[in-house]
Structures are given as C-alpha cells and as structure tokens.
C-alpha cells in the first residue's frame, strides 16, 4: 500500500538521449531519469564498454546541460 502511493506521487520521466562516446567515438543512447533535477553518474559505453561520466540537469523534463566526458 505504501509502495504504491510512493510511486504514483513520483513523477518518472525516463528519456533516452542520443550522445557520442569520447572513447570510441561511436553514437550511443543513454537513458536519461529527468525526475531529478541534477546528476552526474559514471556508466559504462555499451559499444567499448569504457567508463564515462554522465553529467546533466533537467527542468520539466526536458534535458538542460548535458555532457559526457571520457573517465581516466
Ligand atoms: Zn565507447
């Protein structure tokens, strides 16, 4: 009953956006969760499999800042 209510008042507004990997250079799709309004996360390349850093901001579920950047 508490799950439930929990998840119907949290508004999830998953997208997928498209970006380049700085490793390889390939177009990849990362699913972005625009619910929170800032994050930066570290996720591997499904192409290399290399890390990156994901880093954005989204208002009204639409992306603002975002940037990928190579991890080392
Ligand atoms: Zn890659």
Redesign the pocket.
């Known amino acids: 009953m508490y799950e439930y209510l929990v998840r119907k008042d949290h508004m999830i507004l998953i997208q997928g956006h498209a970006a380049t ?6 177009p ?1 799709t990362l699913t972005l969760d625009l619910s929170v309004a800032e994050q930066s996360y570290i996720e591997d ?6 890390a ?1 850093i994901v880093s954005y901001s989204a208002n009204s579920g639409e992306v603002q800042d975002f940037n990928v950047e190579a991890s080392d």
């Open positions: 990997c700085p490793h390889c250079w390939e990849i390349c499904p192409v290399c499999c290399k990156l």
